[in-house]
C-alpha cells in the first residue's frame, strides 16, 4: 500500500500561479507592449550580498565540499549564537540550542512531524505552504483562527485562541506576517505566550521576515521569552537575498528536541552544505558589510509600500491595511471587483481581472481554508517603483470598480 502522504502534499498554489504566469505574460507583453508587472512572488530581485558570494567562493576554494555535519558545523551555530547576542537574544543559548536546516521552511516540516498528527492552532490568513505543505505532510490537524480586520489593523481574537488552545499541541506565529504584513506587538505575543504556558502548548514562531519593518515598527522574537516551549525559526533566503542557497535554522532552549530533529535532518537530508553554511556564518560576523547593503533595500521597499498606499487607499478606503512588516499587502476587493460570471469560481474570476491587467498576484484562498474569495496578496518585493505605478494604474483602471 502506498503512503496517502504523497496525496495530500502538492505544489503551493502560488507556485501553480507562477507557472501559470510564465505563458500568459509573454503574450500579454507581446499584445501591450508593455512590460508584465509581477507581484506574485516573495523574493527580493536584488541579487545576493557580495559578503554572502564572496565567503562562499572561499569556502569552495579552501576545501569546504565535503559531507556536512547535519544540524550544522559549530563555527555556523556560534555565527547564529553571535547574531542573537547582539540583539540580545541569547540569554540560556548554547550551540546545543541552535540547529542549521535546508531553509526554514525543512525547520518548520521537522517541529511539525514532531508532533506528527496532532493539533496546530494557527492565524489566517497563513503563508500557503503550511497548509499545502508542511501539515500535510506530517498529517497536522490545523486548527484556525482568523485574524479580524478591523478599522485599517488585524486584531487577535483572544478569546477564539484561548477556546482552541487545549489540547492542541502547537501554535504557530508568523511575524512579521505572510500574507498580510502585520507585525505583532509585545503585548500580544505576551498574552498569547502566557496563553501557551497555562495550557502547555508549544509556540513555533516564523520569523523568517525579522528585517523588513516599515514606519518605525519594531520586530519581537518569541526568543525574548523564557522557556523551552518556543520554537523560533529564521531563514537566510530574505535578509540575505538568499532563496536559492536553501538555508535556514532553529532555535529550541530543549536541546534533547533539537538533538531529536538532528538525527531527522540526517536522515532525510543529510544537512546544508558546508560551503554555504560557511558563507551565512561570515555574513552573520560581518554586520555592517550585511546591513550597509540591506537597508537602502528596505528603505526602497518602504517606498514601494508607501506608493500602492498613496493609489489604492483613494479607491479601497480607510479599511485597506497597510503592511508594517514583510513586503506584502493582502487586499480586501470585495465591493471593489464585480461578481464572478455564473460557472465561474469567484477567486478565479479576480487572478483573471488582473492576468488581463497585465499583473500577477495570488489569490486569498491561497492562504487559508476559511475563505478570502475576494482578497489577494500583492507582493511589492521584486519590482521597481516606475513599473509598479504603471502596474498600479492598470489596476485602478481596469480590475477595481
Not at 333 to 348: F, T
Amino acid at each position: 500500500m502506498q503512503n496517502p502522504v504523497f496525496d495530500r502534499i502538492g505544489l503551493s498554489l502560488i507556485v501553480e500561479i507562477s507557472e501559470r504566469i510564465r505563458e500568459v505574460a509573454p503574450r500579454w507583453q507581446d499584445q501591450h507592449g508593455e512590460p508584465f508587472a509581477y507581484l506574485q512572488r516573495g523574493e527580493l530581485a536584488n541579487d545576493t550580498p557580495p559578503v554572502v558570494t564572496r565567503a562562499m567562493a572561499a569556502a569552495v576554494a579552501a576545501g569546504l565540499t565535503r559531507y556536512p555535519k547535519a544540524g550544522g558545523e559549530m563555527w555556523f551555530r556560534e555565527a547564529v549564537l553571535a547574531r542573537l547576542a547582539a540583539r540580545g537574544l541569547a540569554g540560556g543559548l548554547g550551540p546545543q540550542h541552535v540547529m542549521c536546516t535546508c531553509g526554514a521552511q525543512e525547520g518548520l516540516e521537522l517541529i511539525f512531524n514532531l508532533f506528527a498528527g496532532q493539533r496546530v492552532v494557527l492565524f489566517e490568513p497563513v503563508w500557503a505552504c503550511v497548509p499545502d505543505n508542511i501539515a500535510a505532510y506530517s498529517n497536522c490537524k490545523l486548527d484556525p483562527v482568523a485574524l479580524v480586520e478591523r478599522e485599517g489593523r488585524l486584531d487577535i481574537d483572544f478569546a477564539q485562541v484561548e477556546a482552541k488552545l487545549p489540547g492542541a499541541a502547537l501554535l504557530y506565529l508568523n511575524s512579521p506576517h505572510n500574507p498580510t504584513g502585520k507585525v505583532f506587538n509585545r503585548e500580544e505575543l505576551t498574552r498569547l505566550n502566557e496563553l501557551c504556558v497555562k495550557h502547555g502548548v508549544r509556540i513555533v514562531s516564523d520569523e523568517a521576515y525579522e528585517d523588513f519593518l516599515y514606519g518605525g515598527a519594531q520586530h519581537v522574537s518569541m526568543l525574548e521569552f523564557p522557556g523551552d516551549h518556543i520554537f523560533a525559526v529564521f531563514t537566510c533566503s530574505k535578509t540575505f537575498a538568499a532563496t536559492g542557497f536553501r538555508i535556514g535554522y532553529f532555535v529550541c532552549r530543549d536541546a534533547a528536541l533539537v538533538t531529536k530533529l538532528t538525527i531527522g535532518e540526517y536522515a532525510q537530508t543529510g544537512g546544508v552544505a558546508t560551503f554555504i553554511q560557511k558563507a551565512m556564518a561570515v555574513a552573520m560576523e560581518s554586520p555592517d558589510e550585511l546591513y550597509g547593503w540591506l537597508r537602502p533595500v528596505v528603505a526602497a521597499f518602504e517606498r514601494r509600500r508607501d506608493l500602492i498606499a498613496t493609489r489604492l487607499r483613494p479607491v479601497l478606503g480607510d479599511q485597506m491595511c497597510v503592511p508594517s512588516g514583510s513586503f506584502y499587502y493582502f487586499l480586501n476587493l470585495n465591493g471593489h471587483v464585480p461578481a464572478a460570471p455564473a460557472g465561474l469560481e469567484q477567486s478565479e474570476f479576480v487572478l483573471r481581472r488582473f492576468l488581463d491587467a497585465g499583473v500577477a498576484i495570488i489569490p486569498g484562498p491561497a492562504f487559508g481554508v476559511s475563505g478570502y474569495r475576494n482578497h489577494v496578496r500583492l507582493s511589492f518585493s521584486g519590482i521597481e517603483e516606475a513599473a509598479l505605478g504603471r502596474a498600479l494604474e492598470r489596476i485602478t483602471e481596469k480590475v477595481l470598480v
